[in-house]
């Protein structure tokens, strides 16, 4: 697959803001920990994925960053990745847990649902490194993306039967069965 999108075998960071403007600050933070990170992990090859809000034209990073638009089939890259950097919503996040890849999240703060709601599911699977980001510096998030890039996880598996529940659920409730 990391061929099919064009990375080669160098490690492979992907940084993903989501869907909104709100994460400019934690891409250009990953722009800002690239140099101190190129220094540990020479041929590092970081992408920043901006979404549909953030132009990459926009964002004050060093050069020699991969930095792309809105990425069709995100998922993909995040599966192909050794490390990803992202916010801590909860679509992202529940992707690298069922895809059993290393994180690093950063629930947005004063955001209660990845603050408490997300960030509890996490930690109930053991997945993903939670970090603050008013508090981390670009030495800090170098060294977290150094110590845990290409980690083995071992995520508890995501149920993907959710809509069967539901479905047996209401037909139990409706007084009928499933054919």
């Known amino acids: ?99 059993q890849r290393p994180f690093i999240y950063f629930p947005l703060e004063g955001h209660c649902e990845q603050q408490v709601t997300v960030a509890g599911r996490l930690a109930r699977h053991r997945a993903g490194i939670k970090m603050a980001f008013p508090a981390t510096t670009a030495a800090g998030l170098a060294d977290a993306v150094a110590r845990h890039l290409g980690a083995p996880v071992s995520y508890p598996p995501i149920a993907a039967d959710g809509a069967d529940r539901v479905a047996d659920i209401i037909l139990k409730q409706a007084g009928a069965a499933r054919s």
Do not use: N
């Open 1 to 99: 697959m990391r061929a099919d999108l064009g990375y080669g075998p160098e490690p492979l960071v992907v940084c993903s803001a989501g869907g909104t403007a709100v994460g400019r600050g934690l891409l250009e933070l990953c722009g800002r920990a690239y140099p101190l990170l190129q220094q540990k992990l020479p041929g590092l090859h970081l992408v920043l994925a901006c979404g549909p809000r953030i132009t990459p034209e926009s964002l004050h990073v060093p050069t020699g960053i991969d930095v792309r638009g809105f990425v069709p089939d995100l998922y993909k890259h995040l599966a192909a990745s050794d490390l990803a950097v992202v916010q801590g919503g909860g679509t992202t996040t529940l992707e690298l847990t069922a895809l």
